[in-house]
């Protein structure tokens, strides 16, 4: 497989899609922790579904285009690894969480995981 067929893969825009819709979706599960603390729990749900929607909107287009190509268990552990490496910088940059082991040994059981869901 050449370089630029390699970038065409549907994989490519799945995972970026993927990726952008995790963003949306680590805002909306968690920002609210630090910027709506002190409104109401009902608050942060409504903004939180709000910031959810655009995450639907990228997230399901993005499914379809991978479902393509990938059956459904490899779809969903492509999502589960890019969950991580959306929400540990976020847990560490913007949350201000303390950086954990526990980050790293998730993410190796997500590369076993990658292993055998994508191995021939």
Same mark, same amino acid.
């Given at each position: 497989m050449s370089y630029v067929s390699a970038l065409t893969h549907p994989i490519v825009p799945t995972a970026l899609m993927l990726a952008a819709s995790n963003l949306f979706m680590t805002f909306a599960w968690y920002g609210h922790l630090?910027?709506?603390?002190?409104?109401? *729990?009902? @608050? #942060?749900?409504?903004?939180? *579904?709000? @910031? #959810?929607l655009f995450e639907y909107l990228i997230q399901v287009p993005a499914n379809r285009i991978g479902f393509a190509t990938m059956d459904l268990g490899q779809l969903?552990?492509?999502?589960?690894?890019?969950?991580?490496?959306?929400?540990?910088?976020?847990a560490i940059l913007y949350m201000g969480q303390e950086i954990r082991m526990n980050y790293l040994y998730a993410g190796l059981c997500l590369l076993g995981a990658v292993y055998f869901i994508f191995r021939g």
């Amino acid at each position: 497989m050449s370089y630029v067929s390699a970038l065409t893969h549907p994989i490519v825009p799945t995972a970026l899609m993927l990726a952008a819709s995790n963003l949306f979706m680590t805002f909306a599960w968690y920002g609210h922790l630090k910027n709506l603390n002190s409104k109401p *729990w009902w @608050i #942060a749900a409504l903004v939180s *579904w709000g @910031i #959810a929607l655009f995450e639907y909107l990228i997230q399901v287009p993005a499914n379809r285009i991978g479902f393509a190509t990938m059956d459904l268990g490899q779809l969903k552990i492509l999502q589960e690894v890019i969950t991580l490496v959306v929400f540990v910088p976020f847990a560490i940059l913007y949350m201000g969480q303390e950086i954990r082991m526990n980050y790293l040994y998730a993410g190796l059981c997500l590369l076993g995981a990658v292993y055998f869901i994508f191995r021939g």
